[in-house]
């Protein structure tokens, strides 16, 4: 297996600098290949804009330009970079803190200039019985992705009844919005509460649990999110078709199988 895993903190000592060594180091021991991206070491610029596309058209269009960008070889060499690690990699993990309810900004900046037109969407047929090649199809299908979490606050804060809302609903941007509509399996992601006041004892609890984790990483069966060309939505609507949803299970939960 050929691994990406994408790094979001700026304290190298900290636990999610701490997890993602230990991500390098299992999975080299059992034989995979391992690349990092560290964003903050790298000095990743989060920032989409014009010197992205290198020709860019006046007034700057994003998409149009990323995708022109991208068709004709001419992105900014750091996103071409990053664009080749996940041509090779099977299995991407995104290692961050959850900040906000969300990614760290440096995170969502790799993946607003990353992730370009034509290389992460707007691919495939667009007409009224199909609307490109997305949620399930696109061009990174057959990777897999997961996403590994640090949370500050206790976990029934984020259970179904809990204030903060549930912790699947928060991160469904990032893992159906973002991951899997160009088509990667998302598997469920690896999640640590309570980091604000974490003892070593929780440390070293968490560390075994994501190695083994990491160790049957091949046989974890992704989230089943819907299709979007398979049949359950209306087209060209794109709306979720009568009777299919879960019983009981409203807002994100019923684009996912029961």
Do not use: C
């Not at 700057?60 to 995708?67: K, Q, T």
């Not at 990699?89 to 607003?112: C, E, H, N, R």
């Not at 992730?115 to 897999?144: N, Q």
């Amino acid at each position: 297996m050929r691994t990406l895993i994408v790094h979001a903190h700026p304290e190298p000592r900290s636990l999610n600098g701490t997890l993602k060594d230990i991500a390098v180091t299992t999975l080299r021991e059992a034989g995979h290949e391992v690349q990092v991206s560290d964003l903050y070491a790298m000095r990743w610029r989060a920032t989409v804009d014009a010197d992205d596309f290198g020709e860019p058209s006046d007034p700057l269009r994003v998409a149009a330009d990323s995708g022109r960008a991208y068709d004709t070889g001419t992105l900014s060499a750091d996103i071409a970079a990053e664009q080749e690690k996940l041509r090779w990699a099977d299995t991407v993990i995104f290692q961050f803190p959850l900040w906000w309810y969300s990614m760290p900004a440096i995170l969502k900046g790799w993946f607003d200039r990353v992730f370009t037109y034509h290389f992460a969407y707007g691919v495939g047929e667009h007409s009224d019985t199909r609307y490109g090649d997305r949620y399930g199809e696109g061009t990174l299908a057959g990777k897999r992705a997961m996403l590994s979490v640090t949370i500050g606050g206790r976990e029934p804060h984020y259970s179904d009844r809990g204030i903060n809302g549930p912790i699947d609903d928060l991160l469904f941007p990032i893992q159906h919005g973002i991951l899997y509509y160009p088509g990667m399996d998302v598997l469920p992601p690896f999640t640590i509460y309570g980091t604000d006041r974490i003892s070593p004892e929780d440390v070293t609890d968490a560390a075994k649990a994501w190695e083994q984790r990491l160790l049957t990483i091949e046989q974890t069966d992704p989230i089943a999110f819907r299709t979007q060309n398979g049949g359950d939505y209306e087209m060209p609507a794109l709306r979720l078709r009568e009777g299919l949803e879960p019983k009981g299970r409203t807002g994100f939960g019923i684009h996912i199988h029961a």
